[in-house]
């Protein structure tokens, strides 16, 4: 299956710093990636839909201010947390959409674990 | 409005025994439908995904679901569970309107020796 990757896979910081999250499709190309939050023992929470060489569509109660998203290319898609502070913490998780003889699939990255202190 | 229900919030299931995981979904239309697993600190891995056609899909694992339309389920079935199995399970669905997802609270499965 399709592959998508993230990195860091944990990050720690400081309150008040800005957390850079990469996802990339490694062996497919992705015109929408999407981007996901968990909070522990809670399911997954879109937060925005990130589509290559335009803007994010951001869901209701997220702050584009604040989650910033940038889709450079058809591989990479980045999550940017600005002046994270603890509330952010939590398990960020994106996913790319890849076209097969079924449908469209969307195949995950393995999330990236942000502990703001 | 739409939504993905997953009743049981968690199950436990002796090492051996058959498995069933509910999912059930409210949508006007027939949403493409999805399962993943995840494990403790994990990704999401596709377990399968129903799109049309014959409504008993088989996935990975040993796994397998049944879409039954008049019930708006897609529940998800193994004959019989090994103790790896123990995870996070998420029922998705697609409606195929900008491919959001949507997707239920998840069921925790625990497998006991």
């Known amino acids: 299956g399709a592959v998508v990757s993230q990195h860091p896979s944990r990050v720690i910081c400081k309150s008040g710093t800005s957390v850079k999250i990469e996802c990339r499709s490694l062996?497919?190309?992705?015109?929408?990636m999407f981007w996901y939050r968990q909070f522990p023992k809670q399911s997954l929470m879109l937060m925005a839909t990130s589509n290559e060489g335009s803007k994010a569509t951001y869901e209701q109660g997220v702050e584009k201010d604040k989650f910033l998203i940038n889709h450079a290319s058809l591989t990479l898609s980045t999550l940017t947390v600005t002046s994270a502070h603890p509330e952010d913490s939590s398990f960020y998780i994106c996913?790319?959409?890849?076209?097969?003889?079924?449908?469209?699939?969307?195949?995950f990255g393995p999330g990236t674990r942000l502990l703001v202190l | 409005a739409q939504s993905v229900t997953q009743p049981d919030i968690h199950i436990t299931v002796s090492e051996g025994a058959s498995l069933e995981l509910r999912c059930n979904y409210s949508y006007g239309a027939t949403p493409y439908l999805f399962w993943y697993v995840q494990s403790p600190g994990q990704g999401l891995q596709l377990l399968l995904k129903?799109?049309?056609?014959?409504?008993l899909v088989q996935g990975i694992k040993g796994f397998e679901a049944e879409f039954k339309r008049s019930q708006s389920s897609f529940n998800l079935r193994k004959p019989s569970v090994h103790w790896s199995d123990a995870a996070e399970y998420f029922c998705?669905?697609?409606?195929?309107?900008?491919?959001?997802?949507?997707f239920g609270t998840g069921t925790s499965l625990t497998v006991i020796p």
């Open positions: 996913s790319a959409n890849t076209r097969g003889a079924g449908g469209e699939t969307q195949y």
């Open positions: 998705a669905v697609d409606l195929n309107t900008g491919n959001q997802f949507y």
């Open positions: 129903y799109f049309s056609g014959d409504t």
């Open positions: 062996d497919f190309q992705a015109t929408t």
